[in-house]
T-cell receptor, first 112, second 117 residues
Framework: GNSVTQMEGPVTLSEEAFLTINCTYTATGYPSLFWYVQYPGEGLQLLLKATKADDKGSNKGFEATYRKETTSFHLEKGSVQVSDSAVYFCALSWGYGNKLVFGAGTILRVKS | GAGVSQSPRYKVAKRGQDVALRCDPISGHVSLFWYQQALGQGPEFLTYFQNEAQLDKSGLPSDRFFAERPEGSVSTLKIQRTQQEDSAVYLC???????????????FGPGTRLTVT
């Protein structure tokens, strides 16, 4: 079936460090891929998305590239800030209605 | 505001009680989704509506779970005879998607945290 696997956390970084959160997926067909973020005390928000192979999604300094050959959608940011501390979820959508399939989430903690 | 709202935000139920969780989607959004998020896990799909039609209920874990959206706007997720394993955050999301196979953003509500004691 369709599934998403992302690296376990928590990931703890110092401010201005480089961030990578790995995400791989298993899917039939060609799903769309997403990163959602959940800040403390807030609801899930879409961070970025890519709808086809080789697309790059980007937002707020975060980037991820849809790699069909490696079935991956790794999240990167060149210089993290304390305000980036949150839980990050990788997800794919497929099927009629485009329901989302989520990974387990990765906690990011950024220290000043 | 204009976002997705859910009520109540917190619900404590004794095992065996019935509960009803409400979702108010963004005005005009035809698609509505319910997800269940257990502690420390990602959300898992429960069911999907397009307007008032429930087109996919493959994620509902048992026949104790029932969802409706009678007028194509507000939706209610009902859980009968609650069990401890039903304790989770229940998320509602809406999108403007009208066409199957197209990826429209889903906007999430804050969730209802259900605790079954």
């Amino acid at each position: 079936g369709n599934s998403v696997t992302q690296m376990e956390g928590p990931v703890t970084l110092s401010e201005e460090a480089f961030l990578t959160i790995n995400c791989t997926y298993t899917a039939t067909g060609y799903p769309s891929l997403f990163w959602y973020v959940q800040y403390p005390g807030e609801g899930l928000q879409l961070l970025l998305k890519a709808t086809k192979a080789d697309d790059k999604g980007s937002n707020k300094g975060f980037e991820a590239t849809y790699r069909k050959e490696t079935t991956s959608f790794h999240l990167e940011k060149g210089s993290v800030q304390v305000s980036d501390s949150a839980v990050y979820f990788c997800a794919l959508s497929w099927g009629y209605g485009n329901k989302l399939v989520f990974g387990a989430g990765t906690i990011l903690r950024v220290k000043s | 505001g204009a976002g997705v709202s859910q009520s109540p935000r917190y619900k404590v139920a004794k095992r065996g009680q019935d509960v009803a969780l409400r979702c108010d989607p963004i005005s005009g959004h035809v698609s509505l989704f319910w997800y269940q998020q257990a502690l420390g896990q990602g959300p898992e799909f429960l069911t999907y509506f397009q307007n008032e039609a429930q087109l996919d209920k493959s994620g509902l874990p048992s026949d104790r779970f029932f969802a409706e959206r009678p007028e194509g706007s507000v939706s209610t997720l009902k859980i009968q005879r609650t069990q401890q394993e039903d304790s989770a955050v229940y998320l509602c999301a809406s999108s403007s998607a009208r066409i199957a196979g197209r990826s429209y953003e889903q906007y999430f509500g804050p969730g209802t945290r259900l605790t079954v004691t």
